[in-house]
């Protein structure tokens, strides 16, 4: 199993780690799936980020384990969940993960809360799943044309080289850490919330045997999430759209999702860009909290 090729270097306290075997019937399509598991109290799951992990929700887990049972999944093949050769990496897929979360473990009553793709996977896996989902809090949806490469200019250059076609899986198999921290810079207002420990466990986690094929099918697969927001107007749990002030969307990307979702709940944190579960993490906490 892949959990055993290396460990995480960022332990949270309070959390403890397991894993959900694959389905019967399903070995060979599905691998093990790597959660943490913290809290007491409603079932709260949390969907990280494009080339994140459950550690994507260090500083945010403590501060909502006393009012819930918090579950943070690492999506297929990313963080520390098993790597399946030739897996999809398309939105259906990955949802498919998250959704696994929820029935193997048998979740009611469940909040689902995703950051940037997690908040894609939240809102179309609440669609799927309107009897077990309580509440959805959909942060810097990744629905967008372009995506991270609205970061910057190195983050245009190393997405493209990934997707180009034969070079493509060399790139993403190449990452220094120099660039691999100015892109995760690029979706922060407050440049100094990006700690270095958290840079390397990023890329140690880069390094796992077929991990490059991972990042390259979850870049390619960008239109899927895309073509995902279809589904938002078949979520029946209430939503709560959250946006940095800086983030990568534009007004015109805020405005069509809350058009989807009229009677969504909308919030902007003010400075704030794409990865809001690292540099405001209170501002989830205190929206999470006051509704428990």
């Known amino acids: 199993m892949a959990s055993q090729e290396s460990r995480p270097t960022i332990h949270i306290a309070g959390t403890t780690s397991h894993t959900i075997a694959p389905r019967?019937?399903?070995?060979?399509?599905?691998?093990?799936?790597?959660?943490?598991?913290?809290?007491?109290?409603?079932?709260?799951?949390?969907?990280?980020?494009?080339?994140?992990?459950a550690e994507h929700f260090r500083l945010l887990i403590p501060l909502i384990a006393d009012?819930?049972?918090v579950y943070a999944l690492d999506l297929p093949g990313m963080g520390y969940s098993e790597i399946v050769p030739g897996a999809s990496y398309d939105e259906p897929a990955m949802r498919t993960g998250v959704e696994r979360l929820l029935t193997e473990l048998d979740l009611y009553d469940v909040t689902l809360v995703?950051?940037?793709?997690?908040?894609?996977?939240?809102?179309?896996?609440?669609?799927?799943?309107?009897?077990?989902?309580?509440?959805?809090?959909?942060?810097?949806?990744?629905?967008f044309r372009g995506g991270i490469a609205r970061s910057s200019l190195l983050a245009r250059v190393v997405v493209g080289g990934v997707l180009a076609p034969g070079v493509g899986p060399v790139i993403a198999g190449v990452e220094p850490k120099p660039a691999l921290r100015k892109i995760l810079q690029g979706g922060l207002g407050d440049r100094s919330a990006l700690r270095?420990?958290?840079?390397?466990?990023?890329?140690?986690?880069?390094?796992r045997p077929g991990y490059p094929t991972v990042a390259r099918g979850v870049y390619q697969n960008l239109p899927s999430l895309i073509a995902a927001r279809s589904h938002y107007p078949e979520v029946k749990a209430p939503v709560h759209l959250v946006y940095g002030e800086n983030d990568w969307s534009?007004?015109?990307?805020?405005?069509?999702?809350?058009?989807?979702?009229?009677?969504a709940d909308f919030t902007q944190v003010p400075k704030a860009g794409h990865f809001i579960a690292l540099e405001r993490p209170d501002v989830l906490a205190d929206l999470l909290n006051t509704v428990a």
């Open 24 to 53: 019967a019937g399903h070995h060979g399509s599905e691998g093990r799936l790597r959660y943490l598991k913290a809290g007491s109290g409603a079932p709260l799951v949390l969907l990280h980020t494009v080339r994140t992990q």
């Open 67 to 69: 009012r819930y049972t």
């Open 114 to 143: 995703g950051e940037s793709m997690g908040a894609v996977l939240a809102l179309t896996a609440a669609a799927d799943l309107p009897e077990r989902v309580r509440r959805v809090v959909a942060v810097n949806t990744y629905d």
């Open 196 to 207: 270095e420990d958290y840079v390397d466990e990023l890329l140690q986690v880069g390094r």
């Open 250 to 263: 534009r007004p015109s990307d805020r405005e069509a999702n809350k058009k989807l979702l009229p009677a």
